[in-house]
Nanobody, 121 residues
């Protein structure tokens, strides 16, 4: 069983920064894409940023230029550096990864439990 555990959420003032971390643990053979999603109250979950195993990244238009996704493949960890935070960034942030536990299995999706980010003065 593979688990994703997020950390780093909290309360920050507008214009501030936070860094989220997500570590995968369990029986892991390999991880391909990893990403961060968020869900604000009353809204659908949306993709914020994603990164491939080779390091290619993509971002939603709403965070481009402010957020940076990165990963440490040796530690099965993905990060989200969030700068210039705005009140509209307030949401529960979820980590997502495509993992497989053996070489002969297909990748399957795993989700973290979520971490709350609140941007408010």
């Amino acid at each position: 069983q593979v688990q994703l555990v997020e950390s780093g959420g909290g309360l920050v003032q507008p214009g501030g920064s936070l860094r989220l971390s997500c570590a995968a643990s369990g029986t892991i053979f390999s991880i391909n894409a990893m990403g961060w999603y968020r869900q604000a109250p009353g809204k659908e979950r949306e993709l914020v940023a994603a990164i491939t195993s080779g390091g290619s990244t993509s971002y939603s238009d709403s965070v481009k230029g402010r957020f940076t996704i990165s990963r440490d493949n040796a530690k099965n960890t993905v990060f989200l550096q969030m700068n210039s935070l705005k009140p509209e960034d307030t949401a529960v942030y979820y980590c997502n990864a495509g993992v497989r536990t053996t070489w002969y299995e297909k990748y399957y999706e795993v989700w973290g439990q979520g971490t709350l980010v609140t941007v408010s003065s």
